[in-house]
């Protein structure tokens, strides 16, 4: 059993939400929820103490970093386990696969992804004040297989104004705004990325698709 839980999130209602459902679950866990946006970085030395600790950073959106980001992402995490023995990280990370899943994953069929990514609509007019019409945006999901990515637009179905702190924005019927890159990786590339952060012993485990992969590294 854990001594101590330390919960990282950008979202502060939700990790308080997230520590009151666990918290009559464990008793004997201290927890603890810290409010941090981690793709500018990860500094926890405040927050941990000398004992070893396991990082887990479930889901797989390391794809959402840049390769040479997740490296000084996953570089920060090994810092941190160097100086606590016993240390390491469990990461998931999503793998190159058929491209047409890929596409259908992100541009599926039900709409669901579609809808979350014109929300992002939404959330620029709540927090900058703009007058964006997320219905006049058209989903687009797209897979670069150069470079190994996902990528999503969105896209103008119409001729529009949409005003941006405070200046008129003409956006052309067909012109995209790419809101989201997810890379992918094959298990021996992501490998390599863990030791080049300075991992060096690595684990992996996939599914029988060999969709998905879980690493451990130390």
């Known amino acids: 059993m854990p001594a101590r839980y330390l919960a990282v999130d950008i979202a502060e209602d939700a990790l308080l939400r997230s520590l009151a459902r666990l918290a009559p679950e464990f008793p004997e866990v201290e927890l603890r929820g810290i ?25 797989s959106s390391i794809g959402n970093f840049t390769p040479d980001e997740a490296r000084e992402f996953l570089a920060r995490i090994r810092r941190h386990c160097a100086s606590r023995p016993g240390s390491g990280l469990l990461i998931g990370v999503d793998t190159r696969k058929d491209v047409a899943k890929l596409v259908k994953a ?7 992804t579609a809808a ?12 900058l004040g703009c007058d964006f019409q997320p219905e006049a945006w058209g989903h687009v999901g797209l897979y670069d297989a150069d470079i190994g990515r996902i990528e999503m637009h969105l896209q103008a179905t119409w001729p529009q104004e949409v005003t941006i702190d405070g200046v008129v924005r003409h956006f052309a019927a067909g012109e995209r705004i790419h809101t989201e890159n997810s890379y992918k990786y094959a298990p021996d590339d992501f490998d390599a990325l863990l030791r080049e952060a300075g991992f060096t012993r690595t684990t992996r485990w996939l599914d029988d698709a060999q969709a998905f992969a879980v690493f451990h590294a130390a």
């Not at 990860?42 to 070893?52: G, N, S, V």
């Not at 990514?117 to 709540?126: A, G, I, T, W």
Request: charged share 20%; net charge negative.
């Open 35 to 59: 409010v941090v946006d981690f793709t500018h970085g990860l500094d926890l030395e405040a927050d941990l103490d000398a004992r070893p600790a396991t990082f887990f950073y479930p889901g």
């Open 106 to 112: 992100y541009a599926d069929p039900t709409g669901v």
């Open 116 to 127: 979350f990514n014109r929300n992002v609509l939404n959330h620029v007019n709540r927090v």
